[in-house]
């Protein structure tokens, strides 16, 4: 099984090299597993282990339990009350 660190950087290897530093500059860690006991510390620290040195890693975890729980569904469910969110829709044929 593959740990969130190399999830992260498959991820963002798979992105424009030019998007690159953005992405690892504002990882948001979110979620009820993010709550596990040093989560975030962990994941820096192998990030930072697997990162180029010249990237500038940021992790962004809100501090607030509910918030981090939830921030998930919280994003989601703006997303879908949007009034444009139909025409971000990928069909099949796409």
């Known amino acids: ?6 999830v992260v950087t498959t991820s963002v290897g798979m992105c424009d090299i030019d998007i690159r530093p ?5 990882v948001i860690v979110a979620g009820g597993n993010t709550l596990i006991q040093s989560f975030t510390d962990r994941l820096n620290r192998e990030l930072s282990q697997k990162t180029p040195p010249s990237m500038r890693l940021k992790l962004i975890a809100n501090n607030t339990t509910v918030e981090r729980r939830f921030s998930s569904w919280i994003g989601g469910s703006i997303l879908a009350s949007l009034g444009t969110f139909q025409q971000m829709w990928i069909s099949k044929q796409e």
């Not at 099984?1 to 190399?6: A, K, Q, R």
């Not at 953005?22 to 504002?26: A, M, N, R, T």
């Open 22 to 26: 953005g992405l690892y500059g504002s």
């Open 1 to 6: 099984m593959l740990g969130v660190s190399h």
